[in-house]
């Protein structure tokens, strides 16, 4: 989806490619830049996140040798899952993790934030 969103093809992955294409989107879409009506600018402002959100996921090192990115990761295929998992509300929640005097918990992420923060954070190590 990232290389579909910068209009790239699969068999571009040359770094270069990748930031020349986020560079000329990203000056075609800037909010900065944007003309026309309100409803035109705050679509070139969508697009833009996109396009950026694409660009680090891209450039991040992640997705390299064709994997996908939690396989990138070294992660496996995770289809052994049993049952659905039943959320609690949040005052369950905290009065079951006092209880049993846990410190943590697992939360529902969406997909984007965490692509994001990845990709930020291995830029950054």
């Known amino acids: 989806e990232a290389r579909t969103t910068l209009g790239l ?3 571009e992955t040359d770094k270069a490619t990748i930031k020349q294409a986020y560079r000329k989107l990203s000056f075609e879409l800037h909010p900065d830049r944007a003309e026309g009506s309100e409803e035109e600018r705050k679509e070139a402002a969508s697009r833009f996140s996109k396009v950026k959100l694409a660009y680090e996921t891209l450039s991040s090192g992640v997705r390299e040798d064709g994997k ?3 396989e990138s990761l070294g992660g496996r295929a995770r289809t052994d ?15 079951q993790l006092e209880r049993r005097r846990a410190q943590a918990a697992i939360v529902g992420l ?6 994001t ?3 930020r954070n291995l830029r950054s190590s």
Request: no cysteine; hydrophobic share 50%; charged share 20%.
């Open 81 to 95: 899952f049993v049952g659905p998992v039943n959320l609690l509300p949040l005052a369950a929640a905290q009065e």
């Open 68 to 70: 996908s990115w939690y």
């Open 117 to 119: 923060f990845v990709a």
């Open 9 to 11: 093809g699969e068999k």
């Open 110 to 115: 969406e997909k984007d934030l965490i692509q």
